[in-house]
């Protein structure tokens, strides 16, 4: 298959349903002539997991909970047997105890809950980072690229603790684009607007919030996994190669709005 990411091998973690982030990323990927690998973390998503990677012609799933170091380096050292380099790094995962996304932040907020949002959300990506870095060097152009949301730069309802969790992974963007830019790794993020995934499914008032924000987006309307995975081909695409340490908005354009329409 020919596309701008032919020969490419990219590793995809945070599949948890076909209607995930990463599932809408390895189709686009999948779609620019990539070769794919997938994680998964617990038993129960092994199965859907592997259905989504056989779509793709791809039979490389690993287990990774990134809680653990242990399974980190053992996702390395397996995709060695596979692959003996990688371009493409995704990370698609983002946590926090249920009980901190409603109510107000400081009602909700616990050292222990903060604790795990910043763990799962934003230091998994340093962690997934610098265990893939010795895989990744040495390429042409290669990319990492992470998932993010407006909750890092405003202040939203319900979004609490991950707003946090948010700014520092996108903190943690520019910091490994720093050091990693002279190993020719990129390294960038896409705050995608609300889009009804696993994660957000669990959340009272979604619905609502995602009809409030189409209402107000200059296109009017919502993006789907597939917008967001197009923009991440791109981006991890050497028709990027001249962008690191970014956060690009694929948002339908909501961000830019100074006033909710009346
Ligand atoms: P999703 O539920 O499909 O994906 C979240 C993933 O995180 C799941 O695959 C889950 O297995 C994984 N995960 C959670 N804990 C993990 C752990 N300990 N180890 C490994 N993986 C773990 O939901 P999604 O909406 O596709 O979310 C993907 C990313 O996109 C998240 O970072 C989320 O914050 C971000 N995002 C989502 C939206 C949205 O509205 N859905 C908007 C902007 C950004
Ligand atoms: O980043 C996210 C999802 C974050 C998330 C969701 C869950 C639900 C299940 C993190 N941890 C958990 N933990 C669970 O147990 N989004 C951008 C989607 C999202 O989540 C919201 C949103 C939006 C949008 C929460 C409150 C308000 C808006």
Same mark, same amino acid.
């Given at each position: 298959?020919?596309?701008?990411?032919?020969?490419?091998?990219?590793? +995809?973690?945070?599949?948890?349903?076909?209607?995930?982030?990463?599932?809408?990323?390895?189709?686009?990927?999948?779609?620019?002539?990539?070769?794919?690998?997938?994680?998964?973390?617990? $038993?129960?998503?092994?199965?859907?997991?592997?259905?989504?990677?056989?779509?793709?012609?791809?039979?490389? %799933?690993?287990?990774?909970?990134?809680?653990? $170091?242990?399974?980190?380096?053992?996702?390395?050292?397996?995709?060695?047997?596979?692959?003996?380099?990688?371009? +493409? #790094?995704?990370?698609?995962?983002?946590?926090?105890?249920?009980?901190?996304?409603?109510?107000?932040?400081?009602? !909700?907020?616990?050292?222990?809950?903060?604790?795990?949002?910043?763990?799962? !959300?934003?230091?998994?990506?340093?962690?997934?980072?610098?265990?893939?870095?010795?895989?990744?060097?040495?390429? $042409?152009?290669?990319?990492?690229?992470?998932?993010?949301?407006?909750?890092?730069?405003?202040?939203?309802?319900?979004?609490?603790?991950?707003?946090?969790?948010?700014?520092? #992974?996108?903190?943690?963007?520019?910091?490994?684009?720093?050091?990693?830019?002279?190993?020719?790794?990129?390294?960038?993020? +896409?705050?995608?607007?609300?889009?009804?995934?696993?994660?957000?499914?669990?959340?009272?008032?979604?619905?609502?919030?995602?009809?409030?924000?189409?209402?107000?987006?200059?296109?009017?309307?919502?993006?789907?996994?597939?917008? %967001?995975?197009?923009?991440?081909?791109?981006?991890?695409?050497?028709?990027? !190669?001249?962008?690191?340490?970014?956060?690009?908005?694929?948002?339908?354009?909501?961000? +830019?709005?100074?006033?909710?329409?009346?």
């Amino acid at each position: 298959m020919s596309g701008f990411l032919t020969g490419k091998r990219a590793l +995809i973690t945070g599949i948890a349903s076909p209607r995930s982030i990463a599932a809408g990323i390895a189709e686009a990927l999948a779609a620019q002539g990539a070769e794919l690998a997938f994680t998964y973390v617990g $038993d129960k998503l092994q199965g859907r997991v592997e259905a989504v990677a056989e779509q793709h012609g791809s039979s490389i %799933v690993l287990p990774c909970d990134v809680a653990s $170091d242990a399974d980190i380096d053992g996702l390395m050292d397996k995709l060695a047997g596979h692959w003996d380099g990688f371009d +493409i #790094l995704i990370h698609s995962i983002g946590f926090a105890p249920r009980e901190l996304l409603k109510g107000g932040y400081l009602e !909700s907020v616990t050292r222990e809950g903060f604790h795990i949002a910043h763990d799962i !959300s934003a230091y998994s990506f340093a962690a997934l980072g610098k265990a893939a870095r010795p895989m990744m060097a040495k390429r $042409d152009d290669a990319a990492m690229l992470t998932l993010t949301y407006l909750g890092a730069d405003k202040a939203l309802p319900s979004y609490n603790v991950m707003g946090p969790a948010k700014a520092s #992974l996108e903190a943690n963007v520019r910091y490994m684009a720093a050091e990693l830019g002279r190993e020719q790794i990129r390294v960038n993020g +896409i705050s995608a607007g609300p889009i009804k995934t696993l994660a957000a499914a669990g959340i009272s008032g979604f619905r609502d919030m995602q009809a409030a924000t189409a209402n107000a987006a200059p296109l009017g309307r919502n993006v789907t996994a597939l917008e %967001v995975g197009n923009t991440a081909a791109f981006l991890c695409s050497p028709l990027a !190669s001249g962008v690191t340490g970014e956060i690009v908005f694929v948002d339908a354009g909501y961000n +830019i709005m100074g006033m909710p329409p009346g």
